[in-house]
């Protein structure tokens, strides 16, 4: 390990490249590309030490909803803080955590009526996937443990998460360690031939997997989506007409069907739950990162009565005994409560509507522009993709676009060669325009350099 001497002379990116091994990184790639010190936050902006400003176009990873160091936010947190700041959730629990099962339970209009918690999204998938195969050994059908998964599907990096994940830069090094899983046909509309509509692309797949499910129902627990937009999968995006279909397959052949919304659920998709787009009601409904409003880590797992009742039992084993130790964290379930409130006060929702217009027409020079393909844009996410034929060189690619745009003052992230933005819910109309064009620059500095 190299060893800094005297720490007051290292910068803070010297030092984090010393200590701090960040995720999803190769760390060697730092000798060239810029690590970003932050120490400031603001409404959608990030701040360096030197005070350079940075506009924070996918939301921190997706999870920051109306803005950093948000006024409401801060004010519910600081105040929960004063209560209580954690207290475990078996045997106890907290006004937050009543309030925010409440609150989710009945924004599913109670179809989806219980909440188990955890703290990152990971961890919400392998609680569904637990539920669904405990479920069915408590049921008398021990042999449905298989799961199927979609092409190009994303759900964390976690054993089992990983194994349901088809991504492959993810996934290869892991191989040995997953188990067996079913993995089916996306439905994603880029793979329409000429003259096929999304809705046919959504058709052909759902067949794909009715073919599956005919053979192999007797074998399967559970089916996992990602509603709409496969986001880690280069923003893949669907009709909702394929979960309509998925919906009824998986009522036919008595298997589960997990949407996994943390990345598309609130309020991201341009409803509060992307499942709302297609009107069904998954067995299990997953949300993390935008939940705590990008505060602070929380996840959870949404069920139905019918799960819920399945597990009821006087015998302890017949019980759901997962748990981790911060479970319903009461300062997360907070800052979440703080984010529903703000979207009913402030009919976010509504004025969504035009924020995605905004993003709309601060990308339409991206829909003329030859050298991309597939422009695409569900709510408030917006990609579009670089092709082939356009780039140099396709794996540093993400890399300099990442350079190019930090240079132009904006935080955008290309998986491989898709760009998108995925803002907070707080972009002026003027903020949104400075986007488009910044981002238009970046990619031209990056495709002709
Ligand atoms: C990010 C993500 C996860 C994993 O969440 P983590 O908090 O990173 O573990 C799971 N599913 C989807 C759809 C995601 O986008």
């Not at 199927?148 to 991504?167: K, P, R, W």
């Not at 074998?219 to 919906?247: D, F, N």
């Not at 984010?339 to 924020?355: A, D, G, Q, S």
Request: with cysteine.
């Amino acid at each position: 390990m190299k060893v800094i001497s005297d720490p007051n002379q290292a910068t803070l990116v010297d030092r984090s490249l010393t200590a701090v091994w960040h995720p999803c990184t190769q760390m060697k790639h730092h000798e060239s590309f810029p690590l970003v010190a932050i120490t400031k936050g603001k409404g959608p902006w990030l701040y360096d030490e030197q005070g350079n400003a940075l506009l924070d176009c996918i939301s921190s990873w997706w999870t920051n909803l109306f803005g950093h160091s948000n006024p409401r936010i801060n004010q519910a947190i600081t105040e929960q803080l004063e209560k209580i700041e954690h207290v475990m959730l078996a045997g106890f629990t907290h006004p937050p955590v009543v309030e925010l099962s409440e609150k989710l339970a009945a924004l599913t209009k109670g179809n989806l009526g219980h909440v188990f918690y955890a703290s990152d999204g990971a961890s919400a998938v392998e609680i569904a996937l637990k539920m669904s195969h405990h479920f069915w050994q408590l049921n008398d059908k021990p042999k449905k443990k298989k799961f199927v998964c979609l092409e190009n599907g994303y759900h964390g990096e976690t054993l089992g998460a990983l194994a349901v994940t088809d991504v492959a830069i993810f996934r290869d090094a892991y191989g040995a360690l997953l188990q067996d899983v079913y993995t089916v046909a996306s439905p994603d509309a880029r793979k329409a031939k000429h003259g096929e509509s999304a809705e046919d692309v959504a058709r052909h797949a759902a067949q794909e997997l009715e073919q599956l499910f005919a053979k192999e129902h007797e074998h399967i627990a559970a089916m996992i989506v990602e509603p709409l937009v496969q986001c880690a999968g280069q923003m893949a995006m669907h009709s909702p007409e394929y979960l309509r279909l998925v919906k009824g397959l998986c009522e036919r052949y008595q298997i589960h069907l997990i949407a996994d919304e943390i990345a598309v659920g609130c309020g991201r998709s341009g409803k509060f739950f992307a499942c709302e787009h297609a009107e069904i009601w998954p067995d299990f409904l997953t949300l993390s990162k935008g939940i705590s409003g990008g505060y602070l880590p929380l996840s959870l797992c949404m069920t139905s009565d019918e799960i819920y009742r399945t597990f009821y039992s006087d015998q302890t084993k017949h019980g759901f005994l997962h748990s981790h130790s911060y479970t319903g964290n009461p300062l997360a379930c907070t800052a979440a409560l703080a984010c529903l409130e703000i979207f009913e006060t402030e009919k976010v929702l509504e004025k969504n509507i035009t924020r995605a217009q905004d993003l709309a027409n601060a990308f339409a020079w991206a829909k003329s522009d030859t050298r991309l393909e597939h422009w695409r844009q569900q709510g408030m996410i917006l990609a579009f993709d670089v092709k082939s034929s356009a780039l140099r060189n396709t794996n540093t690619f993400p890399r300099e676009m990442f350079a190019k745009s930090l240079a132009e003052g904006v935080l955008i992230r290309p998986i491989g060669n898709t760009i998108y933005v995925m803002p907070p819910y707080v972009l002026s109309a003027q903020e949104t325009e400075q986007m488009g064009a910044a981002v238009k620059r970046a990619l031209n500095q990056t495709l002709n350099d």
